[in-house]
């Protein structure tokens, strides 16, 4: 089966750094996806990790330990925007690339 | 705007009837993902389709199926409506079918179901 675990709400300050981990238990890794999502919006995607270690874009990095079934989604700089849901992805089954979702983390940014 | 669309935005109609979700891909991605999302759950997978063929199924009830035509497009059809299939459902397009790759996403269609 299945399962991803995140937080389901944080919420953080303006300008500050934020962590939203994700553990995941899934019968096949084809790699770990970060969406964000704002409300009624549709999924827009992050970041993919598929080895071990941290991938940087811009103010955003998502790290990844194959080893632990862990990773996270680091946002630095915060802004109000940024307020928003973050979801962690994994796709499981090689051959295709279908999705499985954990219920996602709303983010609140406060000024 | 991520090149993918959806018609309609918004469908309301009465349990037990039956109705069809219709997706258009980015230009030149040839695989279409479908997935449900209720209130109290995330994004469900639903199915996916590779040029035209079946690549996975997830938790795809028997009510629902869907297609993918030479042109593309997909369709999601949902017959025998009950209340909880009201939910936003997302069509997704990727490149290929196999090795992860980046969704990108349409606007969805929220169903509510009577």
């Known amino acids: 089966g299945q399962n991803i675990d995140q937080p389901t709400e944080m919420t953080a300050t303006e300008g500050a750094i934020v962590q939203i981990n994700c553990t995941y238990q899934t019968s096949g890794f084809n790699g770990l996806f970060w969406y964000q999502q704002h409300a009624g919006e549709a999924p827009t995607f992050l970041s993919y990790n598929v080895l071990d270690g941290l991938e940087e874009k811009g103010r955003f990095s998502s790290f990844l330990s194959r080893s632990k079934g862990y990773s996270y989604l680091l946002l630095k700089e915060l802004q109000m925007k940024d307020s928003a849901s973050y979801l962690c992805?994994?796709?499981?089954?090689?051959?295709?690339?279908?999705?499985?979702f954990g219920t996602g983390t709303r983010l609140t940014v406060i000024p | 705007d991520s090149g993918v669309t959806q018609t309609p935005k918004h469908l309301i109609t009465a349990t037990g009837q039956r109705v069809t979700l219709r997706c258009s891909p980015r230009?030149?991605?040839?695989?279409v993902y479908w997935y449900q999302q209720s209130l109290d759950q995330g994004l469900q997978f639903l199915i996916q389709?590779?040029?035209?063929?079946?690549?996975a199924k997830g938790n795809i009830l028997e009510r629902f199926s869907a297609q993918q035509f030479p042109d593309l497009h997909s369709e999601l059809n949902l017959s025998s409506l009950e209340l909880g299939d009201s939910a936003l459902y997302f069509c997704?397009?990727?490149?290929?079918?196999?090795?992860?790759?980046?969704?990108?996403f349409g606007p969805g269609t929220r169903l509510t179901v009577l």
């Open positions: 992805a994994v796709s499981p089954q090689t051959g295709a690339n279908n999705l499985f």
């Open positions: 230009s030149g991605d040839l695989s």
């Open positions: 389709y590779y040029n035209g063929e079946e690549r």
């Open positions: 997704a397009s990727s490149v290929v079918g196999g090795g992860a790759n980046e969704q990108f």
